[in-house]
């Protein structure tokens, strides 16, 4: 049974700070990583993909990957209000390339 | 570019009852998934289509789910007849290239009483 696993939170920062998500995966063989971001009653949106290790930057996120580790994580500059939401970790199926298994999600709280 | 579309967004129905969930995947995307998350627990995998094809129907929990996606378009996911364990949000995800995130729809949430 593959596994990712998350830290449920919740995880409350003030504005400004920086957020730091982190996720653990179980499948070795897994090449291909996401983070998605779920408001409340709304549909995962994808903000970060990253398929090699190291450091991937986009904007105010940076994702980071460690396949020795089996560890991805993410993090939040300048965290905003509108940060606030539950962030979803999720591992593409090494062996299937298009099965996604997710984390339960993180709860992030931004305190202005 | 229109997004995935699922409907209905609520649904609330009786144990041995049957329901249809219906999703319009992003036009050209050949793959539509279907997802599902009951409460307590993480996002699962249903299933997969390529086309009108099911190329993988791992995830469905039992023979009371059947899916479909006439014409390669949109799909249906049935549920006959309903569980109480069947509560929860069902997502439906499509995806142009296998190498990529999906784009999810916004779920249609179903209560079985």
């Known amino acids: 049974q593959k596994e990712v696993e998350q830290n449920s939170g919740p995880l409350s920062v003030p504005e400004g700070a920086i957020a730091s998500l982190n996720c653990t995966y179980s499948d070795r063989v897994s090449q291909s990583f996401f983070w998605y971001r779920q408001y409340s009653g709304k549909s995962p949106e994808l903000i970060m993909s990253?398929?090699?290790?190291g450091d991937k930057e986009d904007g105010r996120f940076t994702a980071q990957l460690n396949k020795a580790s089996q560890y991805v994580s993410l993090l939040i500059r300048d965290s905003q209000p509108s940060d606030s939401a539950t962030y979803l970790c999720?591992?593409?199926?090494?062996?299937?390339?298009?099965?996604?298994?997710f984390g339960k999600g993180t709860l992030l709280t931004v305190n202005p | 570019e229109a997004g995935v579309t699922q409907f209905p967004s609520h649904s609330v129905i009786e144990k041995g009852q049957t329901v249809t969930l219906r999703c319009d995947p992003i036009s050209g995307h050949d793959n539509l998934y279907w997802y599902r998350r009951v409460m307590g627990k993480e996002i699962k995998f249903l299933l997969h289509?390529?086309?009108?094809?099911?190329?993988?129907e791992s995830g469905m929990p039992n023979n009371r789910f059947l899916a479909e996606r006439t014409g390669g378009t949109y799909s249906t996911l049935k549920v006959q007849p309903a569980e109480l364990e069947d509560s929860g949000v069902y997502f439906c995800?499509?995806?142009?290239?296998?190498?990529?995130?999906?784009?999810f729809g916004s779920g249609t949430r179903l209560t079985v009483v």
């Open positions: 289509f390529v086309k009108e094809s099911k190329q993988d």
């Open positions: 995800a499509s995806s142009g290239n296998l190498d990529y995130g999906y784009t």
């Open positions: 990253i398929y090699s290790n």
């Open positions: 999720a591992v593409k199926d090494g062996g299937s390339n298009y099965k996604l298994t």
